[in-house]
């Protein structure tokens, strides 16, 4: 062996292969040794091209194992119980980034950032005293928050689900259903009449499949028509392209998010970005 030869080192294990127990532990760690962080995308005016929010979104950057996907570890910190420890450290560090964020875009008042929850965070008996406790402490207003969830929690927690988002709503949050636009219409449309919705995000699946295929398109144009008669806002997921958002803003949807604005940054470079440009509006013309 030479003196620039080394040992290699034995290969990791990947982290879909690793039990959830072990995976939750370091997942427990990583929030204890800050090696969590949060990744921020813009939620987009199709008019204006001015900011209109952010979606927090979640990221683990392990010391050994590298980057892991929120794909796999959300859905073990769900399983076992952690999501509620990070989803309150969530909350709490994207209202911090949000008054830093805030003088980025004019100092916007009505800027807000939203921040997904799971079906154990609602379950949780300290929720709502959280949610108040961390906005009171906070310089931000209850409508600066925007609680984002699943239609998949308000079918498997009609009842709570109602009670925690009734409250909520009576507080000035805002309230958004993600993956809207998937599944059976009859089910997520009467979501709009059930529940104390603000918003409905068009899963990025129907985005995709807008310009090819002729039901996506009728799909959306049905969802902001209902949206609209309720008073109800719509963001579209998933924008990859500018025949996409144009035709989102031509069909009447507001709002639009997605790696043709900008893909989820940390945010020192969503500052920079910001600094950059006034507005997306050069993308919409």
């Known amino acids: 062996m030479t003196s620039k030869e080394t040992t290699p080192s034995p290969p990791t294990t990947p982290p879909e292969e690793i039990p959830d127990r072990e995976l939750a532990f370091e997942f427990q760690q990583a929030m204890l040794d800050h090696n969590l962080s949060l990744y921020f995308q813009p939620i987009i005016h199709l008019k204006t091209g001015l900011v209109a929010g952010f979606e927090t979104l ?103 689900a ?46 995709k499949d807008l310009l090819s295929v002729k039901e996506a398109e009728i799909l959306v144009n049905k969802i902001i028509s209902e949206a609209k008669a309720r008073n109800i806002e719509v963001i579209a997921e998933g924008v990859e392209t500018k025949e996409e958002a144009l035709k989102l803003r031509e069909l009447g949807c507001r709002y639009g998010q997605g790696y043709y604005f900008t893909k989820a940054l940390p945010e020192r470079e969503l500052t920079t970005l910001l600094l950059q440009i006034s507005a997306f509006n050069e993308l919409l013309k």
């Open 162 to 207: 109602k009670t925690i988002l009734d409250l909520c709503r009576k507080t000035g949050l805002k309230i958004a259903i993600d993956d809207y636009g998937l599944g059976d219409p009859d089910v997520f449309f009467k979501y709009m009449d059930d529940f104390p919705i603000s918003t409905v995000k068009i899963d990025h699946l129907v985005t």
């Open 58 to 160: 979640m990221r683990w950057n392990h010391p050994e194992r590298g980057f892991i996907s929120p794909g796999i570890f959300i859905p073990v910190a769900e399983r076992t119980g952690m999501i509620v420890e990070a989803s309150k450290w969530a909350l709490k560090e994207a209202i911090r980034a949000l008054k830093r964020l805030e003088s980025h875009v004019g100092h916007n008042e009505f800027i807000y950032m939203s921040v997904n929850f799971s079906p154990s965070d609602l379950a949780d008996e300290s929720f709502l005293d959280e949610m108040y406790n961390v906005i009171s402490a906070s310089d931000v207003r209850p409508t600066q928050v925007q609680l984002e969830i699943t239609g998949e929690l308000l079918k498997d927690q009609r009842e709570n």
